[in-house]
């Protein structure tokens, strides 16, 4: 599948502080979804993007899907200790029903 | 409403053998996606199936089988594994191709010693 760059591999932070991460792609995309994943779990869907400038919220997460279609980023705003996780950017290109992730992102929130 | 629901947790097995793993999509979904994710990547896609066919493949050898079942639960089959098949297995389930809808278990932690 479709290789996707997702920086910066780890975040640490401190509550309260805004955070963003963005995923680059070789390949247009027609969908771009963004996951959280807890340790032991399945990763669970923030917010889902289907069109090229597309800005989404979700409480404090906010997600874009970029112009040229090859590039989307995420913010969370005052962070939290329960956003502790990792975070996937992942893409479909319509011409499949796989969804291409990136290696994911992993926050560390100190309080 | 139960989500979707995935057996065993854990499995430990030995090189050579072969290992089946089970899922229980969510209600409503008629859609099974299967994923393998190795330590410290993401999720790689293996395959799809609807309407008990496997829709799409991705990049994995043959040795990497399934079904789906009349009541759209899955199975995935590993046939002569090899340490490299360690990972967590997700079972993801969908209404369609929805991705709103796109739902993931927690996972198959497979190990192969």
């Known amino acids: 599948g479709q290789q996707l760059n997702q920086s910066p591999q780890s975040m640490f932070i401190q509550e309260g502080e805004d955070v963003s991460m963005n995923c680059t792609s070789s390949s247009i995309f027609n969908t771009w979804l963004w996951y959280k994943q807890d340790p032991g779990e399945g990763p669970v869907l923030l917010i889902a993007?289907?069109?090229?400038?597309e800005l989404t919220s979700n409480g404090r997460l906010t997600a874009q899907f970029g112009i040229t279609r090859k590039d989307s980023f995420l913010n969370i705003s005052a962070s939290i200790p329960s956003d502790v996780g990792i975070y996937f950017c992942?893409?479909?290109?319509?011409?499949?029903?796989?969804?291409?992730f990136g290696k994911g992102t992993s926050l560390l929130v100190t309080p | 409403d139960a989500g979707v629901t995935q057996s065993p947790t854990h499995l430990i097995k030995t090189r050579g053998q072969q290992v089946t793993l089970r899922c229980s999509p969510k209600?409503?979904?008629?859609?099974v996606s299967w994923y393998q994710q190795a330590l410290g990547q993401g999720p790689q896609f293996i395959f799809q199936?609807?309407?008990?066919?496997?829709?799409q493949r991705g990049n994995f050898p043959d040795r990497f089988s399934g079904h789906q079942f009349p009541n759209y639960s899955s199975e995935l089959n590993v046939n002569a594994l090899l340490l490299g098949d360690s990972a967590l297995y997700l079972c993801?389930?969908?209404?369609?191709?929805?991705?709103?809808?796109?739902?993931f278990g927690s996972g198959t932690r497979l190990t192969v010693v």
């Open positions: 209600s409503g979904h008629d859609t």
């Open positions: 199936y609807y309407e008990e066919e496997e829709r």
């Open positions: 993801a389930s969908s209404p369609g191709t929805l991705w709103d809808g796109y739902t």
């Open positions: 992942a893409g479909n290109s319509n011409s499949g029903y796989a969804l291409n």
């Open positions: 993007l289907y069109k090229a400038g």
